[in-house]
């Protein structure tokens, strides 16, 4: 209420309609209410039943004032004007990914920072290199779960792109120090949405405790690269972490140990989970419905018989014909909502819609709302790959991977893991779980709370 009121009565009539909730909480309760029921859409839901379908709303989330933003028109409007919004993220999310990454970085430094990471693991020369290793990991990983009766079938895809993930940055890591990053990530995932409340019992607590693991391990891998480069140890490989030690701005200066850690930190995250999650997902829909299954395979089965009998592996050429499988993943993205919403707040005043956006206040953009929006989606809840075919989204409508100049820079990796899993998993396995109708939980992303226990079997020999 304060803040609202320092606004002034002129100010205050051009906001847009809402209601701040309860005192300190605001809509945190309602939040966590919706994404714990099993029915997050019931949150955004809640405002347009009670403000209209106007797509602006006001609340405090966070602990802070906020403008929600739930349509593709005034998401993409936000995402494409630097000039009046930066980045926003929640104080958990800041403190445990870290306040020298992307997160917090000026225009400049992120401009910077991102032309130096993102074309190592981009475009066809950088995917074309990653191959071979991603297939690899996957075909063995897919045959090990298949010897090993029982397992938690999203753990093993977070280990696998994990691995991946790793391979990039921190190419050197024994297998010690990868458990002990992987064990340190779950943790740490868990408090990313939460409240940033450091005491014992909250997630955030424990995220925290993690994140001070992660800083420890990566400080331990950056202080034996200063020592080889000191002692004029060349390496022939470089990886992400080299890249960071070696990279100088326009003065020469170099980034110093906090700020490799941190940007490590974010990269090592946002580099595994969400190819891991969607690889399920698409996995249980595919099984769910035996057509698109069997429409698939058949697209995976025509190129292999397509494969010269000298080639090894798949080829990135391959993976460009996988046309209905990227379909599949799409609508997968759109469906499952892995990031559902993303932050921002506004460096000035600005109007957008007829509505005031005050200076320093959040903006939460709805990614989950455009995507289930049936104006946007016909039949929104419907899985469907084919809304796809022939289907170039309009700029602001598929947000799967964000927008502008904060566009995921690892979206073509992503994809291409997630293209490589179900290449195998299609031709050789079948998956039984063990809790077909294990409850959802929606927080900090959608998953089976089973992590989705399963038996995976083999169908094929040649797998
Ligand atoms: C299916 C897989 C993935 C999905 C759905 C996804 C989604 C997203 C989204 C929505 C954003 C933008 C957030 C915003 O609007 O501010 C983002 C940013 C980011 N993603 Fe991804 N991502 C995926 C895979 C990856 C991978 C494989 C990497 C690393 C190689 C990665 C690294 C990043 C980084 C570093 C950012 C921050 C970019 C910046 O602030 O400039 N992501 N991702």
Not at 106 to 115: I, M, Q, V, Y
Not at 189 to 208: D, E, Q, S, T, V
Not at 388 to 401: C, R
Request: glycine share 6%.
């Amino acid at each position: 209420w304060a803040r609202e009121a320092s606004l002034g009565a002129a100010r205050r009539a051009r906001l847009p309609p809402g209601d701040m909730g309860w005192p300190v909480v605001g809509a945190m309760w309602a939040f966590l209410r919706a994404f714990k029921s099993g029915n997050p859409d019931s949150f955004i839901g809640s405002f347009i039943r009670r403000f209209g379908r106007g797509g602006m709303y006001r609340a405090f989330m966070f602990n802070c004032p906020t403008i929600l933003v739930a349509t593709s028109d005034a998401c993409k409007r936000v995402l494409m004007d630097d000039d009046s919004f930066g980045e926003g993220w929640p104080k958990a999310t800041v403190e445990l990914i870290g306040r020298k990454s992307f997160l917090t970085s000026s225009p400049e430094e992120h401009r910077r920072l991102r032309k130096l990471t993102a074309a190592p693991i981009n475009g066809f020369d950088a995917l074309s290199t990653y191959l071979g290793f991603i297939d690899r990991t996957v075909a063995e990983a897919l045959h090990r779960s298949s010897e090993a009766g029982e397992i938690e079938f999203l753990t093993e895809l977070r280990r696998v792109t994990f691995k991946v993930i790793v391979q990039i940055f921190l190419t050197e890591a024994d297998d010690a120090t990868m458990r002990e990053l992987e064990r340190s990530y779950t943790d740490l995932n868990y408090g990313i949405r939460a409240m940033a409340i450091n005491l014992p019992g909250f997630a955030f607590h424990k995220a925290f405790k993690a994140r001070k693991k992660l800083v420890s391990v990566l400080q331990g891998a950056l202080n034996e690269r200063r020592v080889a480069t000191a002692k004029g140890i060349l390496k022939s490989n470089m990886d992400m972490m080299d890249r960071l030690i070696e990279a100088e701005d326009e003065h020469g200066r170099r980034l110093d140990d906090e700020e490799i850690i941190d940007i490590m930190v974010m990269y090592l995250n946002a580099g595994h989970e969400s190819s891991a999650h969607i690889s399920m997902w698409a996995t249980l829909f595919l099984l769910e419905n035996p057509d698109i299954f069997a429409k698939a395979k058949a697209e995976q089965e025509e190129i292999i018989r397509n494969i010269p009998p000298t080639q090894k592996g798949i080829s990135l050429r391959d993976f460009r014909k996988m046309e209905y499988l990227s379909q599949v993943i799409d609508e997968t993205l759109r469906f499952v909502n892995i990031s559902f919403v993303s932050f921002r707040e506004a460096k000035k005043d600005v109007s957008l819609n007829g509505y005031l956006i005050p200076k320093g206040w959040k903006v939460q953009l709805w990614y989950r709302s455009v995507h289930m929006d049936p104006e946007v989606y016909p039949n929104p809840k419907k899985f469907n790959p084919s809304r796809w075919e022939g289907n170039t989204p309009t700029p602001g409508t598929f947000l799967a991977f964000g927008l502008g100049t904060r566009l995921c820079p690892g979206n073509d990796l992503g994809k291409l893991e997630i293209s490589i899993f179900l290449h195998h998993f299609l031709l050789g396995y079948k998956l039984t779980r063990t809790n077909p109708n294990c409850r959802i939980r929606y927080l900090p992303h959608p998953r089976p709370v089973d992590n989705c226990l399963a038996k995976i079997t083999k169908v094929s020999e040649e797998h």
